[in-house]
């Protein structure tokens, strides 16, 4: 008869060895990488707890008995703001710019002026209604200055002073109150 070709054993030792032993590596990774990379907590919980920790180091809120105690800080101590009765303080811009030349100069000068109250709204009211008047009068009072009396900070001060008086005089003739308190120049050219 034929020789009978023996049969492979199978070594089962091999197959466990190449076949399941790469599967068990990679289950492995696969189990040592989800234990560090994913977290335990929602997002939600990360973010509350992130919060707690930034409360607690800016202390509005108290730390975890023991936690860090040989170096916590003072609790900040506010004093309390001293209430005091203030009057609302209304403003009002006149619209266009004044221009007008200086006295004994061919020098100009052109400013926007607003002025301010702290009387009711009658003061602005009676300020818009008769803007034209008060117009008038500021140009009369800047042409009465010359070049020098208004240059520098004091010479502004002492022409808003002079404007302030003549809009209350003409206020006070025509409402029979005045009330400006103070004029304020949001634009000063000189030239």
């Known amino acids: 008869m034929a020789e009978e070709e023996p049969k492979k054993k199978i070594n089962f030792k091999k197959i466990a060895l190449f076949g399941l032993g790469p599967i068990v590596l990679v289950g492995i990774g696969l189990g040592v990488g989800a234990f560090l990379f994913i977290p335990t907590q929602t997002p939600v919980q990360q973010v509350e707890e992130l919060i707690e920790k930034k409360l607690q180091q800016a202390g509005q809120l108290p730390s975890s008995e023991g936690e860090g105690e040989e170096n916590a800080e003072p609790q900040k101590v506010y004093k309390d703001t001293p209430s005091t009765e203030t009057f609302v303080t209304s403003y009002y811009t006149f619209p266009d710019n004044f221009t ?4 004994a100069s061919k020098a100009f000068l052109q400013i926007s002026v607003g002025v301010s109250t702290q009387y009711d709204e009658t003061v602005i009211e009676n300020v818009e209604l008769h803007q034209l008047a008060l117009r008038s009068e500021v140009l009369g009072v800047v042409s009465e200055f010359t070049v020098e009396q208004v240059e520098g900070k004091m010479g502004r001060d002492q022409l808003a002073d002079s404007i302030k008086d003549a809009i209350n005089v003409r206020l006070e ?5 005045g009330g400006v308190e103070g004029v304020y120049f949001t634009s000063f050219v000189l030239q």
């Open 100 to 103: 007008t030349n200086l006295k």
């Open 173 to 177: 003739e025509l409402e029979g109150f």
